[in-house]
């Protein structure tokens, strides 16, 4: 009878470690709402009201651990009983982590609130509601020990990394177009900054479950072998300014030397009204037509089925994406600003579709 007695009483103390957890995230789910919603409506005292939370969402990481500590100590767990305590310590440390990012977005609320707005928010809620229910998700991953559920949560990473780059380079779109957007446009950036960050810790929640359940520790193995990735992307973006000759010219290339089933796009952060004549031309000379294209706009990209971006202009105002999205910088200088005879125009814009094609077959060479 007495060891019935003491195995129901350690089962009621990891059944309340998982409550407390459960809790924890959700203080956290709403402070993330919350701190998204204040921005959309101008809320400042919502925006406050959420900073208080932090507070609480401290409170309970001491709790959780102190917990922790206390069975370790009176039980002595061992093989999944001591993955899933040791597991619920690490947990808390980016929960409370991600805490702190909600505050962030919280100051950066109360600011924007006494400007007047900068456009209409569309994908920065879209993206609040990604990392969201990534953090919901891990979560439930943890209490079900469900490996698969985890999984799922890493990949969504991606998805979050695509919201952020369309943002940041709509916000740098917006400060080249007029710089008295700055001070509004870099906060909003840094908002979106934050929930790619809390993104992160919610793949850090998954990966922590995939150990726990598994018993098989999978950080930083993506990551790692995003540097020798030899799979071709689902899309690939070429990126440059005025996207009129060289993102076009890659463009055309790609299509031909690409895997068939990868989807190939180009834009620029400032387009031209048309393709460069001179562009058309030199390509027109190693039989490819590119006279019916047209320019593109960051807009015009589908951004949720590209992963991987190429910059291809040696200009500062030229974006490069960062987080996890695969992107590449060719620093290639543009042919258009070139002056002088008109054989030397041509020869500039040459020498640049030739270098873009030798760097695209090498590339294409990586997928095969």
């Given amino acids: 009878m007495k060891q019935e007695h003491t195995d129901r009483e350690y089962e009621s103390e990891l059944k309340k470690?998982?409550?407390?957890?459960l809790h924890m995230?959700?203080?956290?789910?709403?402070?993330?709402a919350g701190s998204v919603k204040a921005l959309i409506e101008r809320d400042t005292d919502l925006a406050r009201r959420m900073i208080a939370f932090d507070h609480e969402i401290?409170?309970?990481e001491v709790g959780i651990d102190d917990l922790c500590l206390r069975i370790l100590a009176k039980r002595q767990p061992v093989a999944s009983d001591?993955?899933?305590i040791t597991t619920a310590m690490k947990m808390v440390t980016d929960l409370e982590r991600i805490g702190d990012l909600g505050v962030n977005i919280c100051e950066r609320d109360i600011e924007l609130a006494t400007e007047p707005p900068l456009k209409p928010y569309v994908d920065l809620p879209k993206m609040a509601e990604v990392v969201q229910g990534m953090v919901r998700e891990a979560l439930d991953a943890f209490v079900q020990k469900d490996a698969e559920l985890a999984r799922q949560v890493i990949e969504r990473d991606r998805t979050v990394d695509v919201y952020y780059g369309r943002i940041f380079l709509e916000l740098l779109t917006s400060m080249m177009e007029d710089v008295r957007n700055i001070y509004r446009a870099t906060r909003v950036q840094s908002i979106a900054k934050y929930l790619e960050r809390i993104g992160d810790h919610a793949t850090n929640l998954a990966e922590m479950v995939v150990f726990m359940v598994k018993g098989k520790d999978i950080r930083h193995t993506s990551k790692a072998g995003a540097r020798i990735e030899t799979r071709a992307p689902r899309g690939v973006l070429f990126l440059c300014v005025g996207n009129s000759a060289r993102s076009q010219m890659a463009e055309a290339f790609a299509r031909s030397l690409f895997p068939r089933e990868t989807l190939v796009y180009s834009a620029g952060s400032a387009p031209e009204a048309r393709i460069n004549p001179h562009a058309v031309e030199a390509m027109r000379e190693v039989g490819f037509d590119i006279a019916s294209q047209r320019t593109k706009g960051l807009g015009d990209v589908p951004w949720l089925e590209v992963d991987m971006v190429v910059s291809l202009c040696a200009e500062e105002v030229c974006p490069a994406l960062r987080g996890n999205l695969r992107s590449e910088r060719w620093e290639l200088?543009?042919?258009?600003?070139?002056?002088?005879?008109?054989?030397?125009v041509r020869e500039a814009f040459r020498a640049t579709r030739d270098t873009i094609r030798q760097r695209l077959d090498l590339l294409a060479r990586q997928w095969r």
């Fill in 58 to 60: 401290d409170h309970l």
């Fill in 25 to 32: 995230g959700a203080k956290v789910e709403e402070m993330i």
């Fill in 17 to 21: 470690l998982r409550d407390h957890l």
């Fill in 333 to 344: 200088p543009d042919p258009a600003a070139v002056s002088g005879a008109e054989n030397d």
């Fill in 82 to 84: 001591l993955r899933t």
